[in-house]
């Protein structure tokens, strides 16, 4: 079986593991204890806090961690608008976001009566600096743009979009979950004041991730009672998994620039091959500026379902673009926003990599796709 929706999940590194291990036996304490078995435990998870920010180049108290990404980024997005009304009530973000930023950002439309401003993206999904400048209003209190997105791959150019909402004084937030690992991740490099990341999309386990949020920008919790994380998420922390969190983005991090560019190059000649020998396909999300891992493609006239369920037959299993849509009869809203027309964007079919992934795979893999729409499209 060949395993291309690494953008789903990834499997736990065996280094990740290793690294969790002491923390889920020996050091088994509960960290927010005084006692000696707490304050072992307390260690291992400051240790990992340090090693994190030492990565986005933040301070060890500006990382709060939580369940995953999507609890990160409604941690973002409300907890920062919410911090912030006294000053305004309007919110810019993107009409591409993953669910969590979205739903988020709808919620506060609806209970707060926050207004909401969607950049326009192209049809490769990229935002122009200067059309996200002008969404910019003195009473913004937020913008949240994602760093790269899980359905197609495309990156954002987050450094420009960072320095229009600096000059307007608006704090930006980016969904980091799916560019962790593959672009670097520093915060004034990206020039954002929020960030968010998964752990299960790194090689760490499931039910881990966190946000990285400067000290000056306000944020109400969400989640209430015992004061962890500096009273900003309470919850007795999950030690052992902010442990493996902080050990598979150092291993990411330190792998990535040679990472980046090998799988990337891979992924060109992939994507050529589909384009070649597919009749009618199209490659969805930008050429150029998008994450090396991200395959996407459309195949007009089948159906998306039916290209995966032929593709799984032959051994390759991906995804139609998002784990949430996938099984679902609704076209993406990603690519509705990006003008596909319905019946189009229901011929989706995502192939994400590993950094492990190899030629003779992504051979395999071609072969597999073009047999697999060619069986359907002779069905139809
Ligand atoms: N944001 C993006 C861009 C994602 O791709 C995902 C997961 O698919 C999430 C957020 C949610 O992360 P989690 O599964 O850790 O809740």
Redesign the pocket.
């Given at each position: 079986m060949l395993y291309l929706d690494n953008?789903?999940?990834t499997p736990v590194r065996r280094e990740v593991l290793e690294a969790m291990w002491p923390y889920l036996t020996g050091t088994f304490g509960n960290p927010s204890s005084h006692h000696t078995v707490g304050e072992a435990a307390a260690a291992g998870l400051q240790d990992a806090r340090r090693r994190i920010a030492r990565v986005l180049g933040v301070r060890a108290g500006d990382v709060v961690f939580t369940?995953?990404?999507?609890?990160?980024?409604n941690l973002a997005v409300k907890g920062i608008a919410l911090a912030s009304m006294s000053r305004g009530r309007h919110l810019v973000t993107s009409p591409i976001?993953?669910?969590?930023?979205a739903e988020s950002v709808d919620y506060l439309r609806r209970l707060h009566g926050f207004e909401v401003t969607e950049v326009p993206v192209d049809r490769a999904g990229r935002i122009a600096p200067e059309d996200f400048a002008s969404t910019l209003r003195p009473d913004t209190v937020l913008a949240s743009i994602?760093a790269?997105?899980?359905e197609i791959g495309t990156v954002q150019d987050l450094t420009a979009l960072g320095a229009a909402a600096r000059s307007a004084g608006v704090p930006l937030h980016t969904?980091?979950?799916?560019a962790a690992g593959w672009i670097p991740l520093g915060l004034d490099r990206l020039g954002v004041d929020a960030l968010?990341v998964?752990?299960?999309?790194l090689g760490a386990p499931?039910?881990i991730?966190f946000l990285a949020v400067r000290g000056a920008i306000p944020l109400e919790p969400l989640v209430h009672g015992g004061g962890q994380e500096r009273g900003r998420r309470s919850g007795t922390e999950n030690v052992a998994a902010a442990i493996g969190l902080a050990t598979a983005l150092e291993l990411a991090t330190a792998e990535q620039p040679e990472a980046a560019g090998r799988v990337a190059a891979l992924r060109d000649e992939f994507i050529a091959r589909v384009l070649q020998n597919v009749p009618g396909a199209q490659l969805t999300g930008d050429p150029g500026h998008r994450l090396p891992g991200i395959a996407s493609f459309v195949f007009p006239g089948t159906s998306g379902e039916a290209v995966l369920l032929e593709l799984e037959r032959r051994g390759v299993v991906s995804s139609s673009g998002?784990?949430?849509a996938a099984g679902s009869d609704e076209p993406s809203a990603v690519l509705l926003a990006l003008g596909l027309p319905p019946e189009v964007a229901q011929t989706a079919v995502r192939f994400s990599f590993s950094a492990a992934v190899t030629a003779a795979e992504l051979d395999q893999a071609a072969s597999a796709v073009v047999a697999s729409v060619a069986a359907v499209a002779g069905l139809g």
């Open positions: 953008a789903a999940t369940s995953g990404g999507t609890e990160a980024d976001e993953h669910e969590a930023v994602m790269a997105n899980n969904d980091a979950v799916q968010s998964s752990g299960h999309k499931k039910g991730g998002s784990a949430c």
